[in-house]
């Protein structure tokens, strides 16, 4: 099961960062992502975290501004958000279970809403 948690209301510029609880299975076992769909869009990858935690994938859109990490001893993902932009604004999902690179992710939780105001 994965819980996420951290999303709010916050203005341009801002930073927030996203976490998400895992229970069951170990993160440090598979690859791990973000993902987030805005209203009115399809769901869009955000970034990946290998289960070494060596590797990182990101979109294009958040390069340079968020970072993903997880803490295996809390067996928890995070997604630290920076210089957040109103197009920002979505509901972003933890995935797990990830195998393979790029990683092809099998379970989901239930999301976070995020919203960046102008």
């Known amino acids: 099961q994965l819980v996420e948690s951290g999303g709010g209301l916050v203005q341009a510029g801002d930073s927030l960062r996203l976490a998400c609880a895992a229970s069951?299975?170990?993160?440090?076992?598979?690859?791990m992502g973000w993902f987030r769909q805005a209203p009115g869009k399809e769901r869009e990858f955000v970034a990946a975290?290998?289960?070494?935690?060596?590797?990182?994938l990101y979109a294009d859109s958040v390069k340079g501004r968020f970072t993903i990490s997880k803490d295996n001893h809390k067996n928890t993902l995070y997604l630290q958000m920076n210089s957040l932009k109103p197009k920002d604004t979505a509901v972003y999902y933890c995935?797990?279970?990830?195998?393979?690179?790029?990683?092809?992710?099998?379970?989901w939780g239930q999301g976070t809403q995020v919203t960046v105001s102008s």
């Open positions: 975290l290998s289960w070494s935690g060596g590797s990182t």
């Open positions: 995935a797990g279970e990830g195998a393979g690179w790029p990683p092809e992710f099998h379970s």
């Open positions: 069951g299975r170990a993160i440090s076992d598979y690859a």
